[in-house]
């Protein structure tokens, strides 16, 4: 039998299941993915079509004929529309156009005439995965579920490649156990009457940035309304982060207009010269009706906390442990406040604002703009001028760039110019990481960079797509630890809709060294008042991580002692724990630790929650 995690199904939120064909071998197999508590949607003919944990807000279910369709998570559809969708549904594909107009983020299950249609988000937020259980393929929302099925353990060589900083494409996607298959993002999983043929349906693609700001900011506005009323329509109360910012600002105000009563949420930084707290109040004298809650700035708990006793179960490492009692602290007072759901603003930097690498391509097709816009970047960003130069004269294909940087991963840190104006950030490993794990990541990356092909064609575009998936994969986990702390997370900005309207804009119009965030500041115009408009930063809180390095040594000294991924040689425990006795030495600046933390925690926590494990060598 395979066992859930104590925390499954705890709360709306935290939906997850198994989809399964209408044969007899896929029953017997849904058998062992029930127990107590599981739920069961059923094909016509009795067998079992889904299996998992949701509650009832979380999924709309209908049954027509030979069809049937589920969308599980936020959504604002009706049953009687998803039957008149089923009622016409004659092809499984026709459910690209379907899937592309609903508001919300959700995942997709659809069966017709024996086959299976599975899909989550373009955004990365929902993910499938699949893998061959007895015979039958299964669909699933969490690898970790499917591993339990196949009794597999988490694979070495894929240990050592999440202990690259960054992770790059399309390594990011691999499940950390071999034997089960993820799903792009921007494709749906089909499964054919047999249960066992599968493929993976292209249902997505960027849309081409050609709107104007002036074109564009209306639609952004609708989208991100849209998403906000996709989760606050049903009234009640419903808390947000008001941190001053005008992603997490622009939000709240939205909420406001909404039938829900609103809590606003400000975590004042530590930092003296943070001025979150004053636009925060600024924001809030322009909503009378909402409850402004402001914590105690030395209350908020720092970067590191408590890492030794995280027990969430989670797919795959993720940075997000760092900030994870950052994130969940402030839940359980929003639950006394009355709050069913926590809206955040994470993602606006993502959508609202775009990368620079845009001005690679921008440069060849209009170079005397291009030119004046990068005089205003590098004065921004005081990029060197050769430096300057050189990345821009870098035309190197993605599996090229990709390969020369599985021979470059003990190099020091790359030049910001040359990561803002290129594919991304170079993968880097570092001095604790051991040969043996330098090897394993080299080999993924030459393996990787024969077939490698970039997110997009437009460097620029390609890395706002990556800076998305990498930001969703955090996110992912988060909401599923929020819903677990009582009060489920929503982040607006990361849906679907949201996401097609921003990158619909010119980059030209979207990133400027001249105005900061045009589009979201636009398309806010009228909604959030003028004086909240013009903030033109943003607080880095670096006191808040540079604290809790310093205070949570200790933590960091136990982390690793008795490393696993000391045991399975892949770190120089000795060199980590020295580090741990040195929180104020350069070498932790830029969150060099996090790719190594995480996969620390993460080992631990699969041990906490499933018991020892041995990774498998590949």
Known sequence: ???????????????????????????????????????????????????????????????????????????????????RRAGRLRDLAELDALARSLPGSFHLVAALDGRLRVQGTASG???VFHAPIGGAQVAASSADVLAAALGTEPDEERLAVRLLWPVPHPLAEAPMWRGITAVSPQDALIVSPDGRTVRHSRWWTPPEPVRTLADGSPLVREALAAAVDARTRQGGVVSCDLSGGLDSTSICFLADRSPARVVGST???????DTDLYWAEQAARSMPDIDHVVWD??????????LLG??????????????????????????????RLHLTGIGGDHVAWCSEAYYHRLL????????????????????????????????????????????????????????????????RLFDWVTPDAERMAQRALREAAVTAVPLHPDRGLHTDLEQILSCTRIIRQWDRMAARAGVPMASPFLDDRVIEACLAVRPSERVTPWQYKPLLTTAMSGIVPDACLRRTNKAAASMDASNGLREHRADLLALWEGSRLEQLGLVDGAAL?????????????????????????WLRSLHRTTGPTAPASS
């Open 577 to 601: 724990r020295r580090l741990a006795q040195r929180p104020a030495t350069p070498e932790l600046r830029d969150a060099i630790l996090y790719s190594t933390i995480a996969a620390e925690v």
């Open 1 to 83: 039998m395979t066992e859930l995690h104590e925390s499954a199904g705890t709360g709306p939120g935290d939906a997850h299941f198994t989809v399964f064909t209408d044969r007899e071998d896929a029953a017997a197999v849904a058998r062992s993915f029930t127990h107590p508590g599981t739920r069961i949607l059923q094909h016509a003919s009795g067998r079992p079509w889904m299996v998992g944990q949701w509650h009832d807000e979380e999924i709309v279910t209908v049954r027509v004929g030979h069809a049937a369709l589920a969308v599980i998570g936020s959504c604002p559809v009706d049953a009687a529309e998803l039957e």
């Open 364 to 427: 060849r097709t209009r170079p005397l703009f291009a030119l004046r816009q990068l005089r205003g970047f590098r004065a921004l960003w005081q990029w060197p001028l050769g430096g300057t130069a050189r990345a821009l004269a870098d035309s190197r294909p993605y599996g090229k760039w990709l390969a020369d940087s599985s021979g470059r991963l003990r190099d020091p840190l790359p030049a910001t110019v040359s990561t803002s104006l290129g594919w991304g950030m170079p993968p």
């Open 310 to 339: 995280i027990d969430d179960l989670l797919d795959e490492p993720t940075i997000g442990v760092m900030d994870r009692s950052r994130v969940l602290h402030h839940l359980p007072a929003m639950a006394e406040r009355g709050s």
């Open 125 to 127: 937020l929902r993910l």
């Open 267 to 273: 975590w004042p930084g530590r930092d003296p010269a």
């Open 297 to 306: 700035a030395d209350a908020s708990p720092l970067v590191y906390t408590d």
